[in-house]
Antibody
Framework: QVQLVQSGAEVKKPGASVKVSCKAS????????MHWVRQSPGQGLEWMGW????????DSAQSFQGRVSMTRDTSVSTANMELSGLRSDDTAVYYC????????????????WGQGTMVTVSS | DIVLTQSPGTLSLSPGERATLSCRAS???????LAWYQQKPGQAPRLLIY???SRATGIPDRFSGSGSGTDFTLTISRLEPEDFAVYYC?????????FGQGTKVEVK
């Protein structure tokens, strides 16, 4: 079945970096954009950015530009999100989610989500 | 950025009742690229509605979406026990993709 499986929980110190991975299965990994969304404890959803797994092109929300790096490894159908310069307010659950088909002129909602990865930033 | 404002913040209803959730955008959402998600505690969001009114695969027909431009509505015709959750709207027509702050549907 179509699914996204994310890496496990992380605990990091302020200023460090964290890398979260998202392994896709059940569909053609390079055929769909992959988005990253985070959710701070008890809060709403915040879109971080996307990667085109076919080309490697990325786009990110302005609030994360310069701190977020999104990459992919097509040989293992995995998308990665690395966030640097961690602060306590980066403590959140990070999700990957499948978006539009590649290429497309019709945009799509996020139909498949990973289970989430809890990242805790604490000294 | 398109700001999405959801109302009410909390909806207290009983099973079997009708739920009406609102999502208002700060500017027109292009091509009705508006989605609704359901999230239960400890779970990832689940896509319910896309394109403002199309149900995602496997979503029961008690869930319906409507609206266009800047005003959108999610209706749950008769609440089932498993429908008590938080609901988010999202616009995916322009970057950055943005979410509303959520509406919690709780048991009265």
């Amino acid at each position: 079945q179509v699914q996204l499986v994310q890496s496990g929980a992380e605990v990091k110190k302020p200023g460090a970096s964290v890398k979260v991975s998202c392994k896709a299965s059940g569909y053609t990994f390079t055929g769909y954009y992959m988005h990253w969304v985070r959710q701070s404890p008890g809060q709403g959803l915040e879109w971080m950015g996307w990667i085109n797994p076919n080309s490697g092109v990325t786009d990110s929300a302005q609030s994360f530009q310069g701190r977020v790096s999104m990459t992919r490894d097509t040989s293992v159908s995995t998308a990665n999100m690395e966030l640097s310069g961690l602060r306590s307010d980066d403590t959140a659950v990070y999700y990957c989610a499948r978006g539009s088909a590649v290429p497309t002129v019709t945009k799509a909602a996020f139909d498949i989500w990973g289970q989430g990865t809890m990242v805790t930033v604490s000294s | 950025d398109i700001v999405l404002t959801q109302s009410p913040g909390t909806l207290s209803l009983s099973p079997g009742e009708r739920a009406t959730l609102s999502c208002r955008a700060s500017q027109s959402v292009s091509s009705s690229y508006l989605a609704w998600y359901q999230q239960k505690p400890g779970q990832a969001p689940r896509l319910l509605i896309y394109g403002a009114s199309s149900r995602a695969t496997g979503i029961p027909d008690r869930f319906s979406g409507s609206g266009s431009g800047t005003d959108f509505t999610l209706t749950i015709s008769r609440l089932e026990p498993e429908d008590f959750a938080v609901y988010y709207c999202q616009q995916y027509g322009s970057s950055p993709r943005t979410f509303g702050q959520g509406t919690k549907v709780e048991v009265k």
